[in-house]
């Protein structure tokens, strides 16, 4: 059974920046498709970034050019570096991955078997 448990998160001012990570277990990491999706209070869950077998990274519009994925096989470990945080990235952030080398449409949930618990990021402006 692979499990997935993310850390990193807390509060932080605008403008700030946090490191999100995702660790791996059950499985190797590397060569599946795994994403990071966030929910805020009240809404839907909103793809984030995805990464197709550890090779093409994909990056929702709008944290494109402030967040960046990278991954430390070695380490069974994904991370997302959040730079320039504003209030509407306020939210529980989730890391999943499927059983499959790619998950398309990869901005859909449902495409992922497996889930972490969350961690909040707070941002404060």
């Known amino acids: 059974q692979v499990q997935l448990v993310e850390s990193g998160g807390g509060l932080v001012q605008a403008g700030g920046s946090v490191r999100l990570s995702c660790t791996a277990s059950?499985?190797?990491?590397?060569?599946?498709?795994m994403a990071w999706f966030r929910q805020a209070p009240g809404k839907e869950r909103e793809f984030v970034v995805h990464i197709t077998g550890g090779e093409n990274i994909y990056y929702s519009d709008s944290v494109k050019g402030r967040f960046t994925l990278s991954s430390d096989n070695a380490k069974n470990t994904m991370y997302l570096q959040m730079n320039s945080l504003k209030s509407e990235d306020t939210g529980v952030y989730y890391c999943?991955?499927?059983?499959?080398?790619?998950?398309?449409?990869?901005?859909?949930?449902?495409?992922?078997?497996?889930w972490g618990q969350g961690t909040q990021v707070t941002v404060s402006s």
């Open positions: 059950g499985r190797a990491f590397g060569g599946y498709a």
């Open positions: 999943a991955t499927s059983r499959d080398r790619t998950a398309w449409p990869y901005w859909q949930s449902s495409k992922y078997e497996f």
